[in-house]
């Protein structure tokens, strides 16, 4: 669609006076036989009509000028389905069924790619259809219930099938840009926007559509009409192309380097990491050295292979040194991705107080096994009677340990098991080095660490507002305090904290906020 308008084949309205009428139809050759398209002029207009009428035609699609039993696909714009059907009804049409009815979007995906895509997530669908048949892409908000859309993202199911992705990406973008401007506001308001818009099950094809619900102010919605009419937004293509952006998300994609030096780094002068690499002055921290190291091993991804054969070897070392303890794949491959950037896993011993040496033997273990690239072994600084943070993203005061694993490829006997990873190119390096977070929590408080290590970043910060504001209660990553009782309230699953909470229980898959 971008192309397609940046090439000037769809001109804004404005530009829609005077133009021709549509060429005959048998002058165009029909490559797609199997569809025929007829576009409703309603609120759109004569001259934009021949105009798309024209363009689809002259790539392969039959278009009708009018509607006939032929027909097999209604496109229209800024109309809903129940619209479409009253229309059809006063065109005596009996048989509406028939008939696919579409949003615009699809035709404009069409003519992009230059052949018919899949109708599906561009249907339109009735208040009544849509209950019926329970289909994933209602276009009518009431059929949703815009009043039950929670504005915590703890009360919404969140999976991973996003239909708004063009939209949540553009808002990244925005929010990825206010918070290395540390504006605070601006970032948050583009992730609960991003939020609501990937718990939504259909696409967005009009604004109108998030009429009603939390977190759609005026800019939230200007930048979806510029990408609902457009294919982009001129204020995020703004963010993309500048320097600035482009340099601070460069540097803060090294491990160990954060916004500050990524600051400092852009105000020296330097623009890509072959610069950071070759000024002798510059003095890094033992963490940067190691991510500027392994850096193209660490920005690509961790597949689920990697993670899985990771575990493994946490699992095996872990049980080592202590038979009885239980490791927990948590972050995002706990949720359900099939890749992230790094393995997180929690590590706690039921009935046992040693956890504190436990990190300390599996990383001397690790270093004499040769696994170990870096590591930063943080002690424990919580305090037993301390309330839980007031922060919705504090930090919590596990023991924990921030790595970079050397993950072996191809088959590795490790332990009790053999570790299968994705084999070596010939000719380069066997492993591949990854970033491995481990925590240790006591078993009192693993179902609170479990909860917050598991994420997401949204569902948790809106988890613990939704605990400070609704039942008068603090929450973090050891406990549960309740500031009416003045009590701590014990839990022992995820399910149990939930309850407390008054909330229905969301799986961590639901959790993708």
């Known amino acids: 669609m971008n192309m397609i308008r940046a ?12 133009m021709q009428l549509s060429a005959p139809v048998s002058s165009y050759k029909i490559q797609f036989n199997d569809i025929t398209i007829f576009i409703v002029e309603k609120k759109m207009g004569m001259s934009r009509r021949t105009f798309l009428m024209d363009l689809a035609r002259r790539k392969g699609f039959r278009v009708e000028n009018e509607l006939s039993d032929s027909v097999t696909h209604i496109v229209t714009e800024n109309n809903s389905c129940t619209e479409i059907l ?32 899949d109708s599906e997530k561009y249907r339109l669908v009735s208040k009544m259809d849509s209950v019926e048949s329970n289909s994933p892409y209602p276009p009518e908000l009431p059929v949703l219930g815009t009043d039950s859309v929670s504005q915590y993202a703890c009360q919404r199911r969140t999976t991973l099938n996003n239909y708004n992705k063009k939209f949540t990406d553009a808002f990244e973008v925005l929010a990825e840009n206010y918070e290395f401007r540390e504006d605070e506001g601006h970032c948050l308001a583009f992730r609960r926007a991003a939020s609501v818009l990937k718990f939504l099950p259909f696409a967005v094809v009009r ?14 919605k200007g930048i979806m009409e510029d990408i609902i009419e457009d294919g982009e937004s001129p204020r995020v293509n703004a963010v993309l192309n500048s320097e600035n952006y482009r340099s601070i998300k460069l540097f803060t994609s090294v491990f160990g380097v ?30 940067q050295r190691a991510g500027l190291l392994h850096y193209e091993d660490l920005v690509s991804c961790v597949s689920k292979a990697e993670a899985d054969a ?10 080592r040194f202590s038979p009885s303890a239980l490791v927990t794949l948590t972050g995002g491959f706990r949720r359900g991705k099939k890749a992230g950037h790094d393995v997180d896993f929690l590590i706690t ?39 839980p943070s007031k922060k919705v993203d504090g930090l919590d005061n596990f023991q924990k340990c921030f790595l970079i694993l050397k993950l072996p490829k191809g088959k590795v006997d490790f332990g009790n098991s053999v570790i299968s990873v994705a084999s070596a190119e010939e000719g380069k390096k066997d492993w591949k080095a990854i970033r491995v977070d481990l925590v240790v929590s006591p078993f009192d408080q693993y179902a609170f660490a479990l909860l917050g290590w598991s994420g997401s970043r949204q569902f948790e910060r809106d988890l ?3 605990a400070t504001h609704e039942k008068k209660m603090m929450l973090d990553n050891h406990a549960l305090y309740d500031k009416t009782k003045k009590l701590f309230l014990k839990a022992a699953s995820e399910e149990e904290i939930f309850a407390h909470l008054g909330l229905d229980y969301i799986e961590p898959w639901e959790r993708n906020a």
């Open 207 to 220: 604004v109108s559509d998030v009429e009603g619900l939390p977190w759609m102010g005026e800019q939230v």
């Open 349 to 387: 011993v039921p009935g046992s107080s040693q956890e504190d040496e436990l990190l300390h033997l599996v990383i001397d273990f690790w270093k004499k096994q040769g696994l170990v690239l870096y590591y930063d072994l943080i002690e424990s600084t919580f305090e037993k009677k301390k309330l």
């Open 258 to 287: 954060g916004l500050k030096t990524s600051e400092k780094w852009y105000r020296m002068g330097f623009r890509t990491l072959e610069e950071v690499k070759c000024d002798k002055n510059l003095k890094l921290t033992r963490m």
């Open 86 to 117: 009253k229309w059809l009804q006063a065109q005596k049409v009996e048989d509406s069924a028939r008939f696919r009815i579409l949003d615009i979007s699809w035709l404009t995906a069409c003519l992009e790619a230059g052949r018919p895509v």
């Open 310 to 319: 990771a575990s493994l070897i946490v699992k095996e070392s872990v049980q």
């Open 464 to 466: 613990r507002r939704y």
């Open 7 to 18: 090439t000037g084949l769809i001109p804004t309205r404005k530009k829609w006076k005077g």
